[in-house]
């Protein structure tokens, strides 16, 4: 069968695709990569609560070590940033990390990092790609012969993350208050209450031990997946809701209303919070789905705004050669300056309790303070399910879409960075965007009202091929 890596590695469900022998010829192909780039390469493995991610891991480091590939295991199931700060913090040549992070459980995944920390880039990808159909993996070596020969280490960087993330944190300045957490059955698990506890808040945990089945849902902190997080922090008046996903890279925050911030809400506020409460003056940088509200308070707080295409790689790259102030992305993931190249859900709910303290305000109140500055921006996704003719035939049409107005908007410009993109009067737009994994295309849509939002809504499903 032909493996191919997404914007987040390569997933497939268990049994079927991800089975052993498949994720024994895609570590070997990693195993060969790192062996062609230098001479003795050492990588940490972390994984998921998934089915069968402790067993994988271990299969992953015998694979290794019959390569000549030394690795580090981690004993429990490890959040994916915690994994990229400690790849960046002892020089390792990369991470594999199984995971299959949001996505239901019956899937699982293999994501490659490199020694930055930061999601593989295209090239490095295609390159295991093709290995993966010309290297043959070798007899795994014994697990205890391995470790005896130093090729295994197992170590738990739980303690060492941490302790940098209290140092980004603005400690002295929080007050404590009642926080409820859902770990979703996820890798979060023990992470964000270690802090917070330290710090004196009143801590309730939901969802806070391993289940491979996430109790039925998808491990994604939005929708129906944290209704019971909803209903606790009405029901015990908590100031603050936050979620991780199951690898803990996406973040979800609930306002003591119960209502949902969306993650493009949160780091427009966080990139107001952390240019005034740091002084920081870098770039903002943001995928192209991700909403332009950022825009509006970049320019009030003169900060230079950078565009890529979807994924945090391309934000991961950015940060790898210059200062930000903050990386962000609509699904859910976000990174600051002087921190790892990749997304960490752990830091964005802890920096979302340190403003919410700081201010004195829920998230929605600072929001609506921050509409009545610029706007109201509305933002929406809408996921399409077709097949592979259709996708091609939907894309196309707004790639060649020449019409002077979209519903009732005029059209303003038009771009392909990462699928078509259509700019309209007033700060509207529309992006189409096919996954390269899975029979969906994503539609980004962003207006100033419900109202108008709908109407651009009602002319994508317009184009929709019958």
Known sequence: MSIKFGTSGWRGIIADDFTYKNVRNVVAAIGQMLRENESTPKVVIGYDPRFLSPELSREATRVLAAMGVSSILTPRSTPTPVLSWFCRENKLSGIINFTASHNPSEYNGIKFSGSDGGPAVPEVTSKIEKLIQTVRCPEPMDFEKAKSTGLIEVFDPREGYLNAVKKILL??????FKIAIDHLFGASIGYPEEILRE???????????RDTLFGGMRPEPEGHSIKELQDLVLKGSYTLGIACDGDADRFGIIDPDGSFITPNQLIALLTRHLSRSRGWSYPVVRTNATTHLIDRLAKIENLEVIETAVGFKYIGEIMNNQDITIGGEESGGLSIHGWIPEKDGILAVLLATEMVSMTGQS??????????EVGTVVSTRIDLRMAQEAKEKLVRFWLEFGDSQVADFQVVSKDSLDGPR??????????????????VVRCYLEAESEESLAKIAKALKDSIPS
Not at 199 to 209: R, W
């Open 171 to 176: 400690t002295s300045k929080m007050k404590p």
């Open 199 to 209: 710090l004196g808040f009143e801590i309730a945990t939901i969802h806070s031990h």
């Open 363 to 372: 998230p929605k109140e600072l929001l609506n303070k921050v509409f009545s």
């Open 422 to 439: 259509v700019m309209l009067e007033g700060n509207r737009w529309l992006l189409i965007r096919p996954s390269g994994t899975e029979p």
